[in-house]
């Protein structure tokens, strides 16, 4: 599978501009979900 990119300041327009938003490409036969956190959600 060959992922599609664009630059994030052309994405950002489309998004919701509330929430949490999940990014994902996908074909016939692969899923390909990005999928990104915080640092301060890992410090204990």
């Known amino acids: 599978m060959r992922l599609v ?3 994030y300041l ?3 327009t ?3 501009q509330t929430g949490r ?3 994902a490409q996908y074909d ?3 899923v390909v979900v990005y ?3 915080r640092p301060e959600m890992f410090k204990n």
């Open 5 to 7: 990119t664009e630059s």
């Open 10 to 12: 052309n994405q950002i």
């Open 14 to 16: 489309r998004w919701p």
């Open 21 to 23: 938003h999940i990014l």
């Open 28 to 30: 016939d036969q692969t």
């Open 35 to 37: 999928q990104a956190y």
